[in-house]
Nanobody, 127 residues
Framework: QLQLVESGGGLVQPGGSRRLSCAASGFALGYYAIGWFRQAPGKEREGVSCISSSGGSTHYEDSVKGRFTISKDNTKNMVYLQMNSLKPEDTAVYFC????????????????????WGKGTLVIVSS
């Protein structure tokens, strides 16, 4: 059974850090690009960061550039999102998703192009 499971969410103070993890089972992440997306209350799901199947190419949305880092360990079938300098506007449910499309990672970081989704983990940035 193909599955993505996120973990690492929680309450964090503004300026703090958090690392999200995404564990894949039932398929090999080495064949898939992975994206982190988020959805805040009352807002549409948006792309945060994406990484290519090999891990050699990454893309970040402007709002997180310089603060978030995506990484991938194909040997462990894991993807991570290191989030630093967190802001209240980063509060959202964070989802990881996988895509088997052979598309440049910048163009791929679109919820409509993802094939498989996790159920999400909630991050709240608040004092």
């Amino acid at each position: 059974q193909l599955q993505l499971v996120e973990s690492g969410g929680g309450l964090v103070q503004p300026g703090g850090s958090r690392r999200l993890s995404c564990a894949a089972s039932g398929f090999a992440l080495g064949y898939y690009a992975i994206g982190w997306f988020r959805q805040a209350p009352g807002k549409e799901r948006e792309g945060v960061s994406c990484i290519s199947s090999s891990g050699g190419s990454t893309h970040y949305e402007d709002s997180v550039k310089g603060r978030f880092t995506i990484s991938k360990d194909n040997t462990k079938n894991m993807v991570y999102l290191q989030m630093n300098s967190l802001k209240p506007e980063d509060t959202a449910v964070y989802f990881c998703a996988a895509s088997g499309r052979m598309t440049a990672v910048q163009a791929l970081c679109n919820p409509a192009l993802m094939d498989y989704w996790g159920k999400g983990t909630l991050v709240i940035v608040s004092s």
